[in-house]
Structures are given as C-alpha cells and as structure tokens.
C-alpha cells in the first residue's frame, strides 16, 4: 500500500512539473494578442502604490507589504525605485535600471540582483526574469524569480511571482500596483 502511495504521489509530482502546466510554463507568445498593451515606459511612469503577500514554501503568508514606487524614463532608459514597509516593520530600498531593447525585450538590474535580469512586454503582460539575493536577516538566499505582470483595463497593474531555489517553488507573491492617488489627481498615468 505505501508502495503504491509513493508511486501515485511521484506521478503527480512529475505531472506538476510537466513543461506546458502551471505558473512556469506560460511564455510571453501566450499573451501577444491580448489587450491593452503594457509597455513599462507608460504604465511604470510615474508614482505607485503596491501592496502584496508573499507566501511561503507551505502556501501560507509569510509576509504582507506596501511599496511606494516611483518610475522615471529617459528614451530606453529608466529607473523605477521601490521603498517597501513590511507589516512586521521592516523597509527595504531598492533602485531597478531598466533598459529597452528590441522586439519588447529589455534588461532590468539592481543591487541585490545577480546579472541581468530579462524582461519581455507581450500584449498586456509582461515577464522578467532574475537570481536575487536575499538580505541576510532573511538568510541571503539565491533565489530564481519569474515575476509576470498582468495589465488591467483600469490601469492597475497586478504582479504575480515565483521564487524558486534548486528548481523547487519556495516563495510566491502577489501584489497590485496602482498609481498613486495624488499621482492621478496630478495626472500622472
């Protein structure tokens, strides 16, 4: 009986990981047709509002935040800074350099990240992926993030992410990023 408990539960691990299921298997050729169109230059310009939870490896909330963001273009070039509050009370700082390349790919960096990351627009998504390294009160981990935003029709913009270490999901967060409401009255997008 346990033999084939095991059994039954390693084809369902392997079924899980099936290139073509799940989170990881999305590409950005999936989303080339939907609408409207995301492009970081417009719909990361100007000042945000995140707020998310980040779940751990068991799919319970580790952590819940707010991140004021604030994103500035020159041409192909841009920065986009999040300063994060956690509800524990802890801040983190962090400045991404952006830069546009062709065919909607461009390339992200920052201080905790480890290269380059890539990144991908496609309809009204876009992916980027990237190795982080976690500060050390959080055990300075190398983890791989897939992060995928999802752009609204009211202009929210909602954040998916999966971090993963030696291939196996231990974190995910979801947040939205919304401008912020003295940035609308403003007119800023």
Request: hydrophobic fraction near 40%; glycine fraction near 14%; proline fraction near 4%.
């Amino acid at each position: 009986m346990k033999l084939l408990l095991g059994i039954t539960i390693l084809v369902l691990l392997l079924l899980l990981l099936r290139p073509g299921l799940g989170f990881r298997a999305q590409r950005p050729s999936d989303y080339t047709k939907t609408g409207p169109a995301f492009d970081i230059r417009k719909h990361l310009n100007g000042r945000f509002i995140s707020e998310g939870m980040i779940y751990g490896p068991t799919g319970r909330v580790v952590s819940r935040f707010v991140a004021e963001m604030n994103g500035t273009w020159d041409g192909t070039s841009g920065t986009l800074t999040e300063d994060f509050t956690y509800a524990g009370g802890g801040t983190q700082a962090r400045k991404w350099m952006l830069k546009i390349g062709k065919d909607g790919a461009f390339a992200a960096t920052a201080e905790d990240i480890i290269g380059t990351g890539t990144g991908q627009h496609a309809g009204a998504t876009v992916r980027l992926s990237y190795r982080i390294r976690l500060p050390e009160d959080a055990g300075g981990h190398v983890l791989d993030v897939t992060d995928w935003m999802y752009l609204m029709e009211n202009g929210t913009i909602m954040n998916r992410s999966e971090m993963h270490k030696f291939g196996i999901k231990v974190a995910e967060l979801i947040a939205t990023i919304r401008p912020a409401p003295d940035a609308v009255s403003e007119g800023t997008p």
